[in-house]
């Protein structure tokens, strides 16, 4: 495996992520990164990379030429269609490439071309404008990664260092939390977290807090009644079934440093509940993981920032951050 790249699509044009992989690139003698090849559209690349004033060539290959195009070119894996170079400013025009550069990834890392999938951010709202029908790359790469049989449930977490967050309903209406959430869900998704703590970060005996729905943990039935009916109840089968799990646990305390750092991951109820907390302190650093795949994925924390696409101010680290934990989960795989 560690003869083979990472994979990376491209993500929205109009966003960060073009100039994130552009800049990342021209350091990466200096940041030591693996090789990686970008499944993107070619001559968009070069145009952003000649806005960013970015003295790099940008050469076309496969997934097997990148090895050796990368110390010279960034090797890119030609996505065909219409790509604009509107940093700001989406067009629906650029959604087929963007949607192809994630399958064309997928499909590399899948089948072993590639050895993991780093994705750059995509706009969701622009995705949806033009069709898209999954609410994010979680939901997508799931699908992709069915191959025709039932797909995998996807889990996301988001990790820096020892604070791993993850949300068990994702990209969904705050309204349709409570009626979405079930002891089947909560029990399914901690055991991908379980499992998946074991097998890519290496943690034999993963401890894990599971935080209630409503404030202070439903307050014995008095503040909502789901933390006694399904929280309680999941975490009672986890711990049969052998899995070091807690809760419900306020939400609002656990992410209290001293409180988390007894766990190896927190699993909220909902997106903000589980990002909000590790976006605040960790903004720049943290990476997006999805369990639950038969592929690794990573990406950034961030998203498209279209208020900084073009100017080449926005932070790499979390976009370098998401290539080291990809590269670090991978490494050693045969
Ligand atoms: N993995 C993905 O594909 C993700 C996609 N998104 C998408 O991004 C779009 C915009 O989302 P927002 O909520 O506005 O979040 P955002 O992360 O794009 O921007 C929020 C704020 O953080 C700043 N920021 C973002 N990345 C930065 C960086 N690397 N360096 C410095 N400052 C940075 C932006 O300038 C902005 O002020 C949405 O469509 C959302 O769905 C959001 C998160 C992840
Ligand atoms: N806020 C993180 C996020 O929405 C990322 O979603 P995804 O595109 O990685 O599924």
Redesign the pocket.
């Known amino acids: 495996m560690m003869d083979k790249p990472l994979a990376i699509s491209m993500g929205e044009p109009a966003g960060v992520g073009p100039d994130l992989i552009l800049q990342i690139y021209a350091r990466r003698a200096e940041l030591k990164l693996p090789p990686f090849c970008v499944f993107g559209h070619a001559e968009f690349l070069k145009s952003r990379a000649a806005k960013l004033e970015l003295d790099i060539e940008i050469g076309s290959v496969d997934p097997a030429a990148s090895l050796a195009t990368f110390v010279d070119a960034m090797p890119v894996i030609d996505i065909d269609g219409l790509v604009p170079d509107h940093p700001g400013k989406t067009s629906m025009a650029a959604a087929g490439a963007v949607i192809a550069s994630i399958e064309q990834a997928v499909t590399a890392t899948l089948t072993g071309a590639c050895r993991a999938l780093v ?1 750059a ?2 706009h ?1 709202g622009a995705l949806y404008h033009a069709g898209f029908s999954h ?7 799931a699908e992709l990664c069915a191959r025709g049989g039932k797909a995998p449930l ?1 889990v ?1 977490m ?1 990790a820096h260092g020892g604070l791993r967050a993850v949300p068990v309903t ?2 969904v209406p705050i309204k349709d939390v409570p009626g979405l959430l079930s002891r089947q869900l909560i029990v399914d998704t901690v055991r991908v977290v379980a499992h998946d703590l074991k097998q890519r970060f290496g943690i034999a005996e993963p401890r894990i807090a599971v935080a209630g729905l409503n404030p202070h943990a439903g307050e014995g039935g008095a503040i909502g009644r789901e933390d006694l009916e399904i929280v309680a109840p999941a975490v009672q089968d986890l711990q049969l079934a052998g899995i070091d799990a807690v809760g419900p646990l306020p939400a609002d305390t656990l992410f209290y440093p001293l409180y988390w750092e007894r766990y190896d991951a927190v699993v909220a109820m909902y ?1 903000d509940q589980a ?1 909000i907390p590790i ?1 605040t302190v960790a903004f720049e650093d943290a990476v ?1 993981v ?1 369990l639950g795949l038969p592929i690794v ?1 990573t ?1 950034p ?1 961030h ?1 498209t920032a279209f208020d900084l696409a073009g100017t080449g101010k926005a932070s790499p680290k979390s976009f370098i951050a998401a290539i080291r934990l990809a590269d670090a989960m991978t490494r050693g795989q045969d």
């Open positions: 994705t951010p995509i969701k609410p994010g790359h979680t939901e997508f790469l996807p996301m988001l994702i990209h997106h990002l976006k997006n999805t994925r990406s924390d998203g």
